[in-house]
């Protein structure tokens, strides 16, 4: 079975650092990876997907990550945090396509 | 393009109440899913269908029905509503196009139930 986790529920950054948003998954055969974020009150956007194609994935709003096979992860980071990058960030994984599993989720705060 | 489009947007029920969370789409996709999501449990999986007529459980099903009489629509039916069902629910769809084909998510019914 997959499962995905998330280390850390609450990050805070300051405006202009890094961000870096972690997530390891367990999988019997490599997975498919997704990153989504939620915004309040609205649904889960896609944020970036691996293909396979490459191991580094670029994203929207400047967004990227990395797929380390070796590491089973897909660590989310950005160069330099906005303000309007504060939101709830879900990383998700499916063998096959059909079902998702996601990880809990980790609640990006952006300080001024 | 409206993409997954849910209603209501907000819903208190009390507890025993039934009612019917609406879920449409308008993007000719075949698979379609309802999630709940928790604080701190991200989501989780109560049914999903894979083409008009066609249903399966999920991981957390019960206290849950769903339908899929047409391709756009899959409404989720609570009956006999519990406390344990408030939450936050979203509905997706996908195209299954190709095996990592994104999920498309609407945006959401908050529901609690008193």
């Known amino acids: 079975a997959q499962s995905v986790t998330q280390l850390g529920s609450h990050v805070s950054v300051s405006e202009g650092a890094l961000v870096l948003l972690r997530c390891n998954y367990s999988s019997s055969v490599p997975p498919y990876l997704f990153w989504y974020v939620q915004y309040p009150n609205q649904g889960l956007q896609l944020l970036l997907k691996y293909t396979s194609a490459a191991t580094l994935v670029k994203g929207i709003n400047g967004f990227e990550a990395e797929f380390k096979k070796s590491e089973t992860s897909f660590h989310l980071t950005k160069p330099s945090a906005h303000m309007s990058d504060a939101a709830e960030y879900f990383c998700a994984v499916t063998l096959y396509g059909q079902n998702f599993v996601f990880g809990p989720g980790t609640r990006l705060s952006v300080l001024p | 393009n409206a993409g997954v489009t849910q209603t209501p947007k907000f819903r208190i029920l009390k507890i025993g109440q039934s009612m019917t969370l609406q879920c449409a789409q308008d993007?000719?996709?075949?698979?379609m899913y309802w999630y709940r999501q928790d604080p701190g449990m991200g989501l989780k999986l109560i049914y999903y269908?894979?083409?008009?007529?066609?249903?399966d459980k999920g991981e957390v099903p019960n206290g849950y029905n769903v339908s899929r009489s047409t391709t756009e629509d899959f409404p989720l039916r609570l009956e006999l509503a519990a406390p344990s069902q408030t939450s936050v629910y979203f509905c997706a769809s996908n195209p299954r196009d190709r095996e990592n084909s994104p999920l498309h998510f609407g945006n959401g019914t908050r529901l609690t139930v008193t």
């Open positions: 993007m000719n996709h075949n698979y």
């Open positions: 269908s894979v083409g008009a007529g066609i249903t």
